[in-house]
């Protein structure tokens, strides 16, 4: 019966190493097609502008068209699904965002696994936030609004795109760490919220740099400072939130690049080296530049990594301030 087995060993290894043969050659071919590029968000945001800056790039690196498929709904699940649910084979490619580390928390049933329905690529890079005051109001600091939250609990209002998105978590993040006392007003998108709050009839918002880029430029919005854990590029005479008061905040909107799980890792690996090379570019960061994005040049687990402290930090605040979706 050893004999047998002995005998059967290279045999099973040959069968083994035949079968990896169509898909090694798949990889070293890779890529022979367009690729596919969901973005979980409606055409004109912020994730679409960054999702079709980088597909012309990784266009150009890669040799083949980058097709921008835009399927919003669902908080970003309708999108993540279907490239979940995609063959891996590399022609499938997901931008995830905030909601991607936010949604496990938000939505105990989803149709499925952030860690295991994907493999990351590459951590694209990071953005500040930016907390930012109508001009009319009293508020020329953060200093200003904390003394005014805190001699006037329940007076102050904060606007953002809806429960569970990121303008909303940054706002709770801003109450739990500086222990005061806002009352959050949802909307259905940025267009509204932004609306209302240059009307005054909201008193903050925290909300991504390139939303009110212009506005801050021409003096409609006063921006008081970003929420990152170290100044933006993009405005670096604005302190952070931790400079200004409210020690330890740090709140961040990002991009990553992910797969299908199953998609061999030399196609990971080659899609990786391509977004490094497109980031790197001068069309890129001329793109980007209003938008503080910081971009990254890290391999795929460092997107792995960066997701696993998120979901943990953000499940913390949605436990606390009982969240719930809309």
């Given at each position: ?8 060993a290279p045999?099973l290894t040959?069968c083994a190493?035949l079968?990896?043969?169509p ?5 070293q071919a890779?890529?022979t097609?367009p ?5 979980p968000?409606?055409?004109?945001g912020g ?5 079709r ?12 068209p980058?097709?921008i498929?835009?399927?919003p ?13 995609s063959a ?7 931008m995830?965002t ?6 496990p928390?938000?939505q105990s049933?989803?149709?499925?696994s ?7 690529v590459a951590l ?5 936030n ?6 009319a109001?009293?508020?020329?600091s ?9 001699a006037?609990?329940?007076k102050l209002?904060?606007g ?6 990121s303008?909303?978590?940054?706002g709770e993040?801003f109450?739990?760490?500086?222990k ?5 007003v949802p909307?259905k998108?940025?267009a509204?919220?932004l609306?209302d709050l ?9 909300t991504?740099?390139a939303?009110v880029a212009?506005y801050?430029k021409?003096?409609r919005?006063?921006?008081l400072?970003v929420?990152s854990?170290?100044?933006s590029a993009?405005?670096?005479n604005l ?7 409210v ?5 961040e909107s990002?991009y990553?690049l992910?797969v299908?799980a199953?998609?061999?890792a030399?196609?990971?690996?080659r ?8 980031v790197?570019?001068?069309a890129?960061?001329s793109?980007?530049?209003e938008?503080?994005l910081m ?16 979901e ?7 436990t606390?301030a009982?969240?719930?979706?809309d």
């Open positions: 019966m050893r004999k047998l087995l002995f005998a059967a045999l040959l190493t079968c990896a043969l898909r090694i050659a798949q990889a890779y890529p097609k690729l596919r590029l969901v973005v968000f409606p055409a004109g994730t679409d502008i960054i999702s800056t980088l597909g012309e790039r990784l266009a150009a690196e890669l040799g083949q980058v097709v498929d835009n399927r709904g669902a908080g970003t699940v309708i999108g993540t699904d279907n490239v979940a649910k891996p084979d590399g022609y499938s490619l997901l995830a905030f909601a991607h580390a936010v949604n928390a938000l049933k989803l149709p499925y952030t860690a295991q329905s994907f493999a990351p694209v890079g990071r953005s500040p930016v907390m930012v005051v109508n001009p109001k009293p508020f020329k953060v200093a200003d609004v904390l003394a005014y939250a805190k006037n609990p329940g209002s904060y953002s795109f809806g429960n569970g998105t303008a909303h978590l940054a993040l109450k739990s760490l500086a005061v006392d806002l009352v959050h909307y998108g940025s509204p919220a609306t240059l009307g005054g009839q909201i008193d903050v918002m925290f991504t740099v939303s212009q801050i021409g003096e919005l006063r921006a400072a929420t854990s170290t100044r993009a405005y670096p302190p952070t939130l931790a400079e200004s008061g020690p330890g905040y740090a709140a990002w990553g992910y299908p199953g998609t061999p030399p196609i990971i690996k899609l990786n080296e391509a977004v490094h090379a497109a790197k570019t001068e890129f960061k793109r980007i530049e938008e503080g971009v990254s040049n890290g391999p795929p687990d460092e997107l792995a990594r960066y997701v696993h402290a998120e943990a930090r953000w499940q913390r605040v949605v606390e009982k969240i719930k979706a």
